[in-house]
């Protein structure tokens, strides 16, 4: 065939670039425009020649050809894009009254009504696209709206996403060399989604939560070619700049867009009066779920660009925008059973089974009821007909039943009085809604503690997932977190994964990984005692708290010997933490394993790293917010610096709290630090702190 082509076109270039721009235009009809001109068995030859004409001609390689949008395998991690200028969060009007209210202040502070432009809001995830004298150059996730991800290798593979500007885009352009950055959302299609979930089903694997997530997923995956397969597309609605464009507003700006090839949403309205604002949002929201992707309300900006730099943003927020966002959606199933979970602390959570159906994006078969109370407060039934929505569009929860169809002779539920997991009592203790199975061997619950010690925060075993460790409780190689240091090499290369080989044989766990989850598991070892007293799975007793009762008595004797008055007197912790600490220290069960942990190595007591450096920030407590882009600490480090000073860091703003440490982008804590008169500290105070160890100086 190449030489065939050789014989048929005397310049090979011309032609493989006439077929480029042929892909292109047809590209765009289908894409921009969704008025295709050519079959897609016309299409499919075109790309066909294209790829035998470049392979017979390498030196005419260009990386924007339609050819190149799979590329080869990225094996480093994504590279941070700083954006050309920040992207914004919006405001959200939770509400066609607050949408209102957003407009009479728009028209109080402009002096009138001005023109409106309304857009549908894709339910996806941000990207940022960069072009330099027409060419796709780069192209990044939105980040935390100052620094994305590098995802140009996986959004070439999208196929809506022009790899070069058509010529006649030029014209409206400041400078048609010069870099511009577009902004917009890649999204899964329903159908898409759908598809992508089966097949994660058909292999045993979980599928994703909704599109909005399936898409950000796909976007981050290593290797391009799994994008490709993901079957994403795009809508691009927004720039880095507007004075890179020779148009005065949103809606030229988006027909800009759609001339230069991409794709833009249709459901566009330029609205001359409220009356028209409201009707496309009541209209939008009636065709939600008829869309072939997810929307999850509208975006109203000011048209006129003028007028929006004269408005300008808030801290996190444009004054000229806002986001209408829909009332979660509601959908009627039938309610098949409700069946009891039992927690790693041992609480017992009814959850409703219910007949599938697709809410918000993504198909619901379950939803928790919380506790008895629950159940009897919504007073719902097997065999009712129930009203199901997701709390803020991610959350599967059950409204309460529609009485009219409660068939005849459903009866009221209650809790067993026997643990499902093991069959033990179960006690409700005074003050509490929870319903707990009150031993320690129970099966449910030692899967849980298992996972748990094994977690991140906790003991940090990397390889000891929720599928390996499932694993070795039903081989019974483990009953108790002390079990996983009696495990040996051969133990676990040795353990069936319960799947098989082409050839029909038992896959095991292998050497490769047996070896690496030892050596974890002796690193496990010195994580420190707070590690260990998270990693147990005290009730009450979460991260922080592990933190404060290690500082206190840092070692297991010292702790064991400790009266619940000595515990309740923590800063922090109070009578019901110290009463579960001590009651968990004193229980023989407990006891044992703990023993058994000591007698195996395990490190019961705080590592002193060093000489401890003055606690010359005891009693003051921080608040972190925004990136530490000057140093580069996250903000995990950035708090262990802290507390190594002996200061307290806390997740939330109050009267109480002694300074905020705010650093790019950052968000609403700093704002209500304002709002409360807390004194703020740039990032610049802040490493002040850290290499002096003094604290901030007055005001």
Same mark, same amino acid.
């Given at each position: 065939?190449?030489?065939?082509?050789?014989?048929?076109?005397?310049?090979?270039?011309?032609?493989?670039?006439?077929?480029?721009?042929?892909?292109?235009?047809?590209?765009?009809?289908?894409?921009?425009? *969704?008025?295709?001109?050519?079959?897609?068995?016309?299409?499919?030859?075109? !790309?066909?020649?294209?790829?035998? !004409?470049?392979?017979?001609?390498?030196?005419?390689?260009?990386?924007?050809?339609?050819?190149?949008?799979?590329?080869?395998?990225?094996?480093?991690?994504?590279?941070?894009?700083?954006?050309?200028?920040?992207?914004?969060?919006?405001? *959200?009007?939770?509400?066609?009254?607050?949408?209102?209210?957003?407009?009479?202040?728009?028209?109080?502070?402009?002096?009138?009504?001005?023109?409106?432009?309304?857009?549908?809001?894709?339910?996806?995830?941000?990207?940022?696209?960069?072009?330099?004298?027409?060419?796709?150059?780069?192209?990044?996730?939105?980040?935390?709206?100052?620094?994305?991800?590098?995802?140009?290798?996986?959004?070439?593979?999208?196929?809506?996403?022009?790899?070069?500007?058509?010529?006649?885009?030029?014209?409206?352009?400041?400078?048609?060399?010069?870099?511009?950055?577009?902004?917009?959302? +890649?999204?899964?299609?329903?159908?898409?989604?759908?598809?992508?979930?089966?097949?994660?089903?058909?292999?045993?694997?979980?599928?994703?939560?909704?599109?909005?997530?399936?898409?950000?997923?796909?976007?981050?995956?290593?290797?391009?070619?799994?994008?490709?397969?993901?079957?994403?597309?795009?809508?691009?609605?927004?720039?880095?700049?507007?004075?890179? %464009?020779?148009?005065?507003?949103?809606?030229?700006?988006?027909?800009? !867009?759609?001339?230069?090839? %991409?794709?833009?949403?249709?459901?566009?309205?330029?609205?001359?009066?409220?009356?028209?604002?409201?009707?496309?949002?009541?209209?939008?929201?009636?065709?939600?779920?008829?869309?072939?992707?997810?929307?999850?309300?509208?975006?109203?900006?000011?048209?006129?660009?003028?007028?929006?730099?004269?408005?300008?943003?808030?801290?996190?927020?444009?004054?000229? +925008?806002?986001?209408?966002?829909?009332?979660?959606?509601?959908?009627?199933?039938?309610?098949?059973?409700?069946?009891?979970?039992?927690?790693?602390?041992?609480?017992?959570?009814?959850?409703?089974?219910?007949?599938?159906?697709?809410?918000?994006?993504?198909?619901?078969?379950?939803?928790?009821?919380?506790?008895?109370?629950?159940?009897?407060?919504?007073?719902?039934?097997?065999? *009712?007909?129930?009203?199901?929505?997701?709390?803020?569009?991610?959350?599967?929860?059950?409204?309460?039943?529609?009485?009219?169809?409660?068939?005849?002779?459903?009866?009221?539920?209650?809790?067993?009085?026997?643990?499902?997991?093991?069959?033990?009592?179960?006690?409700?203790?005074?003050?509490?809604?929870?319903?707990?199975?009150?031993?320690?061997?129970?099966?449910?619950?030692?899967?849980?503690?298992?996972?748990?010690?094994?977690?991140?925060?906790?003991?940090?075993?990397?390889?000891?997932?929720?599928?390996?460790?499932?694993?070795?409780?039903?081989?019974?190689?483990?009953?108790?977190?002390?079990?996983?240091?009696?495990?040996?090499?051969?133990?676990?290369?040795?353990?069936?994964?319960?799947?098989?080989?082409?050839?029909?044989?038992?896959?095991?766990?292998?050497?490769?990984?047996?070896?690496?989850?030892?050596?974890?598991?002796?690193?496990?070892?010195?994580?420190?005692?707070?590690?260990?007293?998270?990693?147990?799975?005290?009730?009450?007793?979460?991260?922080?708290?592990?933190?404060?009762?290690?500082?206190?008595?840092?070692?297991?004797?010292?702790?064991?010997?400790?009266?619940?008055?000595?515990?309740?007197?923590?800063?922090?912790?109070?009578?019901?933490?110290?009463?579960?600490?001590?009651?968990?220290?004193?229980?023989?069960?407990?006891?044992?394993?703990? *023993?058994?942990?000591?007698?195996?190595?395990?490190?019961?007591?705080?590592?002193?790293?060093?000489?401890?450096?003055?606690?010359?920030?005891?009693?003051?407590?921080?608040?972190?917010?925004?990136?530490?882009?000057?140093?580069? !600490?996250?903000?995990?480090?950035?708090?262990?610096?802290?507390?190594?000073?002996?200061?307290?860091?806390?997740?939330?703003?109050?009267?109480?709290?002694?300074?905020?440490?705010?650093?790019?982008?950052?968000?609403?804590?700093?704002?209500?630090?304002?709002?409360?008169?807390?004194?703020?500290?740039?990032?610049?105070?802040?490493?002040?702190?850290?290499?002096?160890?003094?604290?901030?100086?007055?005001?």
């Amino acid at each position: 065939m190449p030489d065939q082509q050789q014989s048929l076109f005397e310049n090979p270039e011309e032609r493989i670039e006439a077929l480029r721009r042929e892909i292109e235009h047809n590209s765009y009809l289908y894409y921009a425009k *969704d008025a295709p001109a050519i079959s897609d068995a016309a299409f499919d030859s075109l !790309m066909r020649e294209l790829r035998e !004409m470049e392979a017979a001609h390498p030196e005419f390689y260009d990386a924007n050809s339609p050819t190149q949008r799979v590329g080869g395998y990225v094996g480093e991690q994504f590279t941070p894009v700083v954006h050309a200028s920040r992207m914004y969060s919006l405001d *959200d009007a939770m509400g066609l009254e607050e949408l209102d209210a957003w407009i009479d202040r728009t028209i109080e502070a402009l002096g009138g009504f001005v023109p409106l432009c309304c857009e549908l809001k894709i339910d996806g995830s941000g990207i940022a696209l960069t072009y330099e004298d027409g060419r796709l150059v780069r192209a990044s996730t939105r980040g935390d709206g100052t620094t994305g991800e590098d995802v140009t290798a996986n959004i070439r593979t999208i196929k809506d996403v022009p790899l070069r500007l058509r010529e006649r885009s030029a014209e409206l352009l400041a400078d048609p060399e010069a870099a511009i950055e577009l902004r917009g959302e +890649a999204y899964m299609p329903k159908s898409s989604f759908d598809k992508l979930n089966a097949a994660a089903e058909a292999n045993g694997k979980d599928g994703f939560a909704n599109p909005r997530n399936a898409a950000a997923g796909s976007l981050r995956q290593k290797d391009p070619g799994i994008t490709a397969h993901r079957d994403l597309s795009t809508f691009i609605y927004a720039t880095a700049s507007n004075s890179s %464009f020779d148009v005065s507003g949103q809606w030229e700006l988006l027909e800009w !867009m759609r001339e230069a090839g %991409f794709h833009v949403n249709p459901d566009v309205k330029l609205c001359a009066t409220r009356d028209e604002v409201m009707e496309f949002c009541r209209s939008a929201l009636e065709k939600r779920g008829s869309l072939p992707y997810e929307i999850d309300g509208v975006v109203v900006k000011v048209n006129e660009f003028a007028i929006q730099d004269r408005m300008g943003f808030t801290a996190r927020a444009p004054r000229w +925008a806002i986001a209408y966002k829909f009332p979660p959606e509601e959908k009627t199933t039938l309610l098949r059973d409700i069946t009891v979970q039992v927690g790693r602390t041992g609480a017992l959570t009814p959850v409703a089974e219910l007949e599938p159906v697709r809410v918000a994006g993504s198909t619901v078969a379950r939803a928790t009821l919380h506790n008895e109370d629950e159940v009897h407060r919504k007073d719902v039934r097997v065999g *009712d007909t129930v009203i199901v929505r997701k709390a803020g569009d991610v959350i599967p929860e059950v409204l309460g039943p529609v009485l009219s169809l409660r068939p005849d002779g459903a009866s009221a539920w209650s809790m067993p009085s026997a643990c499902p997991s093991c069959g033990s009592p179960v006690v409700r203790e005074e003050g509490e809604a929870a319903y707990r199975c009150v031993s320690i061997d129970c099966p449910a619950q030692a899967h849980e503690r298992l996972v748990h010690w094994a977690s991140r925060g906790a003991m940090d075993i990397e390889g000891l997932g929720v599928e390996v460790i499932g694993r070795l409780l039903e081989s019974e190689r483990v009953a108790d977190v002390a079990d996983y240091y009696n495990l040996t090499e051969y133990d676990l290369a040795t353990l069936d994964m319960g799947r098989m080989n082409k050839e029909g044989e038992a896959i095991h766990l292998g050497p490769v990984m047996a070896k690496k989850i030892i050596a974890e598991l002796d690193a496990s070892k010195r994580r420190g005692f707070a590690r260990v007293l998270f990693g147990l799975g005290i009730r009450h007793v979460g991260k922080t708290t592990a933190e404060a009762v290690a500082r206190e008595f840092p070692d297991i004797e010292k702790l064991r010997a400790a009266s619940e008055e000595q515990l309740a007197a923590i800063d922090g912790i109070g009578g019901i933490i110290a009463h579960s600490i001590y009651l968990f220290l004193r229980t023989p069960q407990n006891e044992r394993v703990i *023993d058994r942990l000591i007698s195996m190595g395990v490190s019961m007591a705080e590592e002193q790293r060093g000489e401890q450096k003055p606690q010359t920030l005891a009693g003051m407590t921080f608040v972190l917010t925004g990136s530490l882009v000057q140093s580069g !600490m996250t903000r995990t480090e950035a708090g262990d610096a802290l507390k190594g000073l002996g200061a307290k860091v806390s997740g939330s703003v109050s009267k109480k709290t002694s300074y905020v440490v705010a650093g790019e982008a950052a968000g609403s804590k700093y704002d209500k630090a304002v709002a409360l008169g807390v004194p703020v500290l740039d990032e610049a105070a802040f490493l002040h702190v850290l290499e002096t160890g003094e604290p901030p100086a007055s005001e």
